[in-house]
């Protein structure tokens, strides 16, 4: 009888085994994300969404960027620039938090660019003109 069980056991922890195994080889066990990163990925990544690095929440960035359409489709050329400038300046992140009042930062014509293009997708409008 005892034989019976230890095989019921034995065959429960190879079933378990199996389907660990299984998910692991699906990607749930890599560590990292299972999906490409989204265009809002990218920019807090680079920028930790304007945040100090110590107040820096990944998810409420991506959260946030979705939600108030930071980095459109249609503005993917400005969105590579700034990454690009903040990969050019990687410690920028940190210099922001600095408060020195005479600091320029590094990455402000960039951001600016990405904004400009982002709220121009937002209104439908382009800066400087009249909405026809």
Known sequence: ???IMWLGVRQALALTAATTCA???LGACSGGYP???TACDEYCNATLGDYCPDYYDPAGCVSACEE???APPECRKELDV???CYQQHPDETSARCRFTPDRIAACAT???LLQTCA???KSGTVPGYPNR
């Open 119 to 121: 709220n121009t997708q």
């Open 35 to 37: 999906l490409p990163p």
């Open 110 to 112: 960039e951001t600016y």
């Open 23 to 25: 998910w692991c080889a």
């Open 82 to 84: 700034l990454i690009n």
């Open 1 to 3: 009888m005892l034989g």
């Open 68 to 70: 108030n359409h930071v």
